[in-house]
């Protein structure tokens, strides 16, 4: 996962502590002093040789400034860092031997610094190569230098320097690969995190989650679970195949009621038992968000460090996070839609003023003009049939005035029906008598239920109306009592219904292509039988439209406040 940036960034760093290091060199082979009278001459005999090594090392160091600046390949940057490694061991090396005459030296400490540069180039396998490489090289000069002094091989000293390198080399090492190993997590966790937040359906977000969780521990499977209050049910996992296995085994996880207790708000270890091997699990919530999800993780090999559970108890966050989201996205949309809705029906309801208003108003006005200039010369017949008519539509206006008020509480959630013994067949025969087309009614039998009888009327008013103005006489409206069940069949003989108006029926606006219509009619309608638990279906009647309502005897349910239509 090393990428340009972070190479380039190593060996920057590398590359400021390299000058430094020249800058030291140059001023320890300049005033270098022989610690005895026998070995000045010696001292200054190789003094050119250390400003020759002081050259190769600033050699090394103008090659990697250029190669910094045009080297853009992951593979050839890794092949030069090599170099560049072991450039510098030669480099150190030649200063340890070039001083093998002074017998108090301690050029040997340059050595230390070798395998901190193979640690940070390559973690413990780097620092440990270092180290191997600097063994024979360091026995080799301490030979060379018993033969100069005729003295036998320090073993005791080799002993301790060797093994002071080595611990130096396993520290750096094993710190070195912990950090790489974070590193790598993080820059998996960043990458994790995108892939789930970037996701806007639950289900995609808790699949990416178990994918992603799966790939950053290198772990066998990972599954998410939901709490419904008395046990968690799996809903995603990865492989996908997984979920299989784990609804095989769901009436073993009942026995073991290991998960219950995690309710909590941190991770926490599942120790393997008989049945299963240990596993990670991690709860996936926001804050105050009260859905209780949890995500298990089952590593390949034994239980994760604590940096990797918080790596993914973190992603388990983002996904927590995501979720939380989508809830906040889907209110949003459900707002606007709400928004949509009643500007939508502003529009209607102008729209209704400028014509379902237009007739009663007319009515109203013509009736009134007439009884006021011409009374004496209007027979009382014609009087009382001008009276029916104005009550007629005064009717009309006031259901539609019902409509639209129930529409206003129905989409705010607050509308409740007020259930009460009544006949249908007279809710039936009153609401005939407004219409003004003729219908043929036909009662069968005891049709007394248990609902609200202003609105029962609405319903079967608003069907007539429908028929009235988009079919054709003659209108029919049938009652009987079917399985405990009063059922009203309402019909004209018009054209009927196009086939692409079936699917939005009884949605608001939905009932005619007349932009002068207010179309809550049969939405009205569905609500209201709905509440009352009842159903409503159209069919073809052949010639013309048939609406079939089925109300139970018994009424509504208990709860009556009745749910907005999907729009």
């Known amino acids: ?286 804050q105050a968000d009260s859905t209780t999800n949890l995500l298990v993780v089952r590593p390949s090999k034994g239980r994760p460090t604590p940096f990797e559970t918080d790596v993914v108890a973190s992603l388990a966050e983002s996904a927590a996070l995501a979720l939380a989201t989508t809830r906040v996205i889907a209110a949003e949309q459900r707002n606007v839609r709400r928004l949509r809705y009643l500007e939508a029906l502003r529009t209607r309801f102008l729209a209704t003023i400028a014509h379902d208003l237009r007739l009663p108003l007319t009515v109203f006005t013509g009736v009134s003009r007439l009884l006021r200039n011409r009374r004496d010369a209007i027979a009382p017949e014609q009087i009382d049939t001008m009276l029916v008519s104005v009550e007629r539509q005064a009717n009309r206006l006031s259901r539609l005035a019902d409509d639209l008020l129930d529409a206003a509480r129905l989409d705010a959630e607050r509308f409740l029906l007020h259930p009460a013994a009544c006949d249908l067949g007279e809710v039936l025969t009153a609401t005939v008598a407004d219409v003004e087309e003729d219908v043929d009614l036909a009662l069968d039998g005891d049709l007394k239920l248990v609902g609200d009888a202003p609105r029962l009327e609405r319903v079967f008013w608003n069907l007539l109306s429908n028929a009235e103005k988009y079919g054709k006489p003659p209108f029919e409206v049938r009652g009987w009592r079917e399985n405990g069940c009063v059922k009203i069949a309402v019909r004209d003989h018009g054209t009927g219904l196009d086939p692409s108006q079936l699917d939005r029926l009884f949605t608001d606006f939905a009932g005619s292509d007349d932009a002068a219509s207010v179309g809550l009619g049969l939405a009205i309608v569905w609500q209201l039988v709905q509440a009352h638990g009842g159903d409503v279906a159209y069919c073809d009647a052949d010639p013309g439209a048939r609406f079939v309502v089925s109300l139970p005897v018994a009424g509504p349910p208990e709860e009556t406040a009745a749910t907005a239509p999907a729009r």
Request: proline share 5%.
């Open 1 to 286: 996962m090393d990428t340009v940036a972070s190479l380039l960034r190593r060996e920057r760093m590398i590359a400021t502590v390299r000058w430094v290091a020249i800058l030291f060199a140059l001023l320890q082979v300049r005033l270098y002093e022989a610690p005895i009278p026998a070995v000045v001459d010696s001292a200054a005999r190789v003094r050119p040789y250390g400003y020759a090594l002081v050259g190769l090392l600033l050699a090394i160091a103008v090659a990697v400034e250029v190669v910094l600046r045009t080297v853009v390949d992951v593979r050839r940057l890794r092949i030069i860092g090599t170099g560049v490694l072991i450039a510098d061991v030669a480099a150190a090396v030649g200063f340890v031997y070039l001083y093998t005459f002074d017998q108090v030296s301690s050029q040997w400490a340059l050595l230390v610094v070798l395998p901190l540069e193979g640690a940070l180039r390559y973690q413990l396998i780097g620092s440990m190569a270092v180290w191997g490489s600097l063994v024979p090289l360091y026995v080799a000069r301490e030979l060379i230098a018993g033969r100069l002094f005729g003295a036998g091989l320090p073993a005791g000293a080799i002993f301790y320097r060797l093994g002071l390198l080595l611990v130096v080399a396993l520290f750096a090492g094993f710190i070195a690969r912990d950090l790489d190993t974070q590193r790598r997590l993080l820059q998996q966790l960043n990458g994790a995190s995108h892939q789930v937040a970037s996701r806007l359906e639950p289900a995609e977000i808790l699949q990416t989650l178990c994918r992603e969780a799966v790939r950053c521990l290198r772990a066998c499977s990972a599954v998410v679970y939901v709490y419904d209050g008395s046990w968690f049910h799996p809903v995603a996992s990865h492989p996908p195949d997984e979920l299989v296995t784990v609804f095989a085994e769901d009436e073993h996880e009942r026995e073991d009621a290991s998960l219950v207790p995690l309710l909590l708000s941190e991770p926490a270890w599942l120790d393997a038992d008989e049945r299963r091997p240990g596993r990670l699990a991690v709860p996936l919530r926001w």
